[in-house]
C-alpha cells in the first residue's frame, strides 16, 4: 500500500460505535495512515464514512467506485487528491477530471466545493488559486489541476501532461478511448507513491458497456460497489426517493446498475436520439435568430413535478435547439425564473390543466415574475382532447429529421426515458415516468411551427 507512516501512534478517533468498528477492521499501519493523511490533514473539511474511508486507506493502481447517487462519490476524489498536500514525504501534482466545465464549477462541483473549502487559505497566501490553468498549488509544491474531458481538443491538452494522481468523476459520460488513455499519464513522482487512477460514476452513459466489461466484470482494475445507505449524511428521505423512481431511473440512480438500458422508441431510435444532444455552449453559438419561448409542464395536484424548457429558432439550417429543467412542483422561486432569464427569454407559457394546484400555482408564478423579473411576461396555454403521445410525436419527429437539438445537461438521462418511453396507450403511460419536459418541449416546438396539436392560449 502507499507509504507506511513511521509514526504508529494510534489515532485519536471519536469513542463511538462508527469509529470502534474501524478497530477491528484496519491494521494499526493503515489507522496511522487514515490519522496523518485524512483525519490530520487541514486541506480535508469533511469527515469521511467507513466505506469512504476503506478506499482511502487501501489505495489502487486503476479502480472504479460506483453504485447509488448519492453515495459521496465527489468528497472522496476531493479527498484522496488531497491526502498529501500538507506532507514532506511526497510533491503530488493531481488532477481531477469531469466531461464538462459547467459540472466542476457548479454548486456541489467538486471546484466549486474546493474554492469554498480553501477560500481563507487563498486570500493569506496559504492556497495559490491560478484561475487561467484551473490549479491549486500548495504549500510543499503539490498541485490540483481541473480538467474537463468532451472531445480530441480536451484529449490533446491533456497528452502533454504527467500526473501521479488521476479521479474522473462520473467516468460513464467519457468516451472509452479517452479513458484508455489517462493511465498513460500517471507517471514522475518519488519514492513509493503508487500512481493511481480513481474513477467514479453512476451506471448510465456512453462507456457504460466499457466499464462493465473492462473493470467490473473485467481485470483492467478493481471495481468496488457503493450503496448510499453506507453514507450516513444522506437521509432517509433521499433514499426513499430514489427507491421511489420509475423503473429505468431506480435501476441507475438506486442500484448502479449497468446493464440497464433504453429501448428503441416508436418513434425515434435511442441511438439517434442521444446523437441530436449537443453541449449548451455549442447550442448558443449557433442561435442566429432571437425568437426564445419559455414553458412550464405544470403538475395536476401536486403529485407531481414539474418540467421546464427553453426554445430558440435557428434560422440558419431551420433548426430548432431546446433546454430542459426539472423541479418539485413547489419550486417556482428565482431558480426556474433563474434559468428562463440565463436564456434571454422573454415569455414563459405556463401548462394550464384545471385543476387546482395547477389554477394557484399559475398564479403564483405569474405574481413572482411580475414582482423580480420585469422582462419575463407569464401566460397560459392548455390543450384540448389530445393525448400526450399525438401532442409530443411532432417535436419527436423532429428530433429523428435532425431539425431538432437538446441541450446535453444532468437531465439528460431522464429526458431520453421520457423520449423513448413515450407512448400511445395511456394504461402503459400510467406506469411510466411523467414525461413532464417532453411535454414542455412539445409544446415549445409548436409555438415555433404553428399549432398542429391544438395547443390553445388561455
Not at 500538507?86 to 466531461?99: F, Q, S, W
Not at 408564478?365 to 392548455?382: G, H, L, P, Q, S
Request: proline share 3%; net charge negative; aromatic share 14%.
Amino acid at each position: 500500500m502507499t507509504a507506511i507512516v513511521e509514526d504508529t501512534k494510534m489515532p485519536n478517533f471519536e469513542v463511538n460505535k462508527e469509529y470502534n468498528v474501524l478497530f477491528d477492521y484496519y491494521t494499526l499501519d493503515e489507522m496511522s495512515y487514515l490519522h496523518k493523511f485524512i483525519f490530520d490533514n487541514p486541506s480535508i473539511k469533511t469527515k469521511p464514512f467507513l466505506a469512504q474511508m476503506d478506499i482511502l486507506a487501501k489505495p489502487k493502481r486503476k479502480e472504479l467506485i460506483y453504485g447509488s447517487a448519492g453515495l459521496g462519490k465527489s468528497f472522496l476524489q476531493l479527498m484522496e487528491s488531497l491526502k498529501y498536500v500538507n506532507t514532506d514525504e511526497y510533491e503530488i501534482d493531481a488532477c481531477l477530471i469531469r466531461n464538462n466545465y459547467t459540472d466542476l464549477a457548479n454548486p456541489g462541483g467538486m471546484l466549486f466545493v474546493l474554492k469554498k473549502w480553501f477560500r481563507k487559505d487563498i486570500l493569506y497566501n496559504k492556497v495559490h488559486w491560478d484561475n487561467w490553468n484551473k490549479q491549486f498549488t500548495f504549500p510543499n509544491g503539490s498541485t490540483l489541476t481541473f480538467q474537463y474531458l468532451d472531445n480530441e481538443g480536451h484529449l490533446d491538452a491533456i497528452l502533454g501532461t504527467e500526473y501521479q494522481f488521476i479521479g474522473v468523476d462520473e467516468a460513464v459520460r467519457i468516451k472509452e478511448n479517452f479513458l484508455d488513455v489517462l493511465p498513460t499519464r500517471l507517471r514522475g513522482g518519488v519514492g513509493d507513491y503508487i500512481h493511481q487512477l480513481l474513477m467514479t460514476t453512476n451506471s448510465f452513459g456512453t462507456s457504460s458497456k466499457y466499464l462493465l466489461d473492462n473493470y467490473i466484470n473485467g481485470d483492467k482494475g478493481d471495481a468496488t460497489y457503493v450503496d448510499v445507505t453506507e453514507n450516513p449524511y444522506q437521509t432517509a428521505e433521499y433514499i426513499e426517493e430514489l427507491d421511489n423512481l420509475p423503473p429505468f431511473l431506480k435501476a441507475i440512480y438506486r442500484k448502479g446498475d449497468f446493464e440497464v438500458h433504453l429501448d428503441d422508441g416508436l418513434l425515434i431510435t435511442k441511438k439517434r436520439l442521444e446523437s441530436r444532444f449537443v453541449k449548451i455552449e455549442k447550442m448558443k453559438q449557433n442561435i442566429k435568430k432571437e425568437f426564445k419561448i419559455g414553458v412550464i409542464d405544470g403538475a395536476g395536484e401536486g403529485v407531481d413535478k414539474v418540467g421546464c424548457a427553453v426554445g430558440y429558432e435557428n434560422d440558419t439550417e431551420g433548426v430548432d435547439i431546446f433546454d430542459t429543467f426539472e423541479t418539485d412542483l413547489a419550486d417556482y422561486d428565482e431558480v426556474v425564473f433563474n434559468f428562463f432569464d440565463s436564456w434571454g427569454v422573454k415569455i414563459v407559457y405556463y401548462e394550464y390543466n384545471g385543476g387546482a394546484d395547477s389554477y394557484r400555482a399559475y398564479k403564483d408564478i405569474k405574481k413572482f415574475a411580475r414582482e423580480n423579473y420585469e422582462d419575463i411576461e407569464v401566460k397560459k396555454i392548455t390543450t384540448k382532447g389530445k393525448s400526450k403521445f399525438i401532442r409530443c410525436k411532432p417535436w419527436i419527429l423532429s428530433l429523428h429529421r435532425g431539425e431538432s437539438f437538446i441541450a446535453d445537461n444532468e437531465y439528460t438521462i431522464e429526458l431520453m426515458e421520457e423520449i423513448l418511453t413515450i407512448h400511445p396507450d395511456k394504461a402503459i403511460m400510467q406506469k411510466q415516468k411523467s414525461p413532464n419536459m417532453l411535454d414542455a418541449c412539445a409544446y415549445i416546438y409548436q409555438k415555433l411551427v404553428g399549432s398542429p396539436t391544438r395547443l390553445i392560449d388561455v
